[in-house]
């Protein structure tokens, strides 16, 4: 893949070699397809199209130094994936095809897993929607999964830079017992009103805060949110949140350090407590926060005076960087490993 400039790659979609399909009809998921196109072809009446019955994952595969290729704790993806469908009445991608499809589809397009020094990283996109007509509104009766794969750089153009993000009170991402703590379309397209005028602010994303009360921190648009005091790694508890493996894997790594972990409601008002802030997810890895500007209350929240990010963050971003791309052992079982060597 001498044509691509590994280290110039940006959050993006690339074509690849190949994606991986399962059809679900009578009650029964096919054995996975490998296809070489990029397109499906879809009834005009199909639910995802008309009534949002449509999920999607997000994870990554690392090429380490020794040039083998990780997969980062696909599992919970699997089983998030489920948890979606149960959301919005799907029917179940059974786990362990979803780890086959995922390895597969790794396997078919090697050449675009970044070499470890580009510091970029193979994002793959497992998918989920209703493909049978309905008019009324009523649950599909046929699904398709896909996965397809493409290389990427960072989420926010910076990269490990701390960047600003806003709080906007007129717009919710997810209601208090709606779908926010599943992965499912609805949720981002009713974020892209709000992350377009944050964006057009000079703001890398909102941070959304609880849709009912407006009293306490939500999460990111596309990531979670944690803060950092006193040694402690603190997170919200909300039930309009997308559980992220991200900030799972970052809780046991803090405690790991020594840190206290805090998983409860944070008002609003203890960000100025904060000494350090962070958006966390699998684009976003850790996006630190430079400073939260309440665009209503007119108050700003600064976390980064000197462009860097605080010494805590750094630290728990390098434990996890160095799982992921197999520099660190991996005690806890997060990693796949593709059993071979990759063509340089
Ligand atoms: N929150 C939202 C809304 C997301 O879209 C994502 C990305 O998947 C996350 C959080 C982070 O989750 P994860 O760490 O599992 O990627
Ligand atoms: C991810 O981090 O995988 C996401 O899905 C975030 C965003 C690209 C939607």
């Given amino acids: 893949m001498e044509n691509i400039n590994w280290s110039d790659l940006t959050f993006g979609y690339m074509k690849t070699d190949y994606n991986v399909r399962s059809y679900y009809k009578n009650g029964q998921w096919s054995e996975l397809e490998i296809s070489d196109s990029e397109n499906i072809n879809l009834h005009i009446a199909a639910t995802c199209l008309h009534y949002g019955q449509e999920a999607f994952e997000g994870l990554k595969a690392f090429k380490g130094k020794d040039g083998k290729v990780r997969i980062f704790r696909m599992h919970e993806n699997a089983l998030r994936m489920q948890a979606s469908s149960r959301g919005i009445l799907m029917a179940e991608f059974p786990v ?15 050449r675009f897993v970044p070499p470890y020094e580009s510091g970029a990283s193979l994002y793959i996109r497992p998918l989920l929607i209703g493909t049978s007509s309905q008019v009324g509104v009523s649950p599909s009766k046929e699904y398709l999964f896909i996965v397809f794969v493409t290389p990427v750089g960072p989420y926010f153009k910076t990269g490990f830079k701390p960047t600003p993000y ?24 009713a974020s ?11 703001y890398s994303a909102v941070l959304y805060l609880d849709s009912k009360e407006k009293k306490y921190i939500d999460e990111c648009g596309p990531a979670n949110f944690f803060g950092i005091k006193n040694n402690t790694y603190i997170t919200p508890e909300s039930n309009s949140i997308l559980p992220s493996i991200t900030n ?6 803090a405690s790991e350090i020594g840190m206290k972990v805090e998983r409860r409601p944070i008002p609003v008002e203890e960000l100025s407590t904060f000494e350090e802030a962070g958006a966390c997810g699998t684009a976003a890895v850790i996006s630190p926060v430079e400073r939260i500007d309440d665009l209503d209350k007119n108050k700003s929240y600064i976390f980064s005076k000197d462009g860097s990010p605080g010494v805590l963050s750094e630290k728990l971003y390098n434990k996890l960087r160095a799982i992921q791309y197999g520099d660190e052992e991996d005690k806890h079982g997060w990693v796949t490993l593709i059993d071979f060597k990759v063509p340089a």
Avoid: C, W
């Fill in 96 to 110: 362990e095809l979803f780890e086959k499809a995922v390895v597969e589809v790794v396997k078919r397009n090697l």
């Fill in 248 to 253: 799972k894997s970052l809780m046991t790594l």
């Fill in 166 to 189: 806003a709080i906007l009170r007129d717009y919710d991402r997810a209601a208090p017992q709606g779908t926010g703590t599943v992965k499912v379309g609805g949720n981002y397209a």
């Fill in 192 to 202: 892209l009103v709000a992350g377009e005028i944050a964006h057009q602010k000079g």
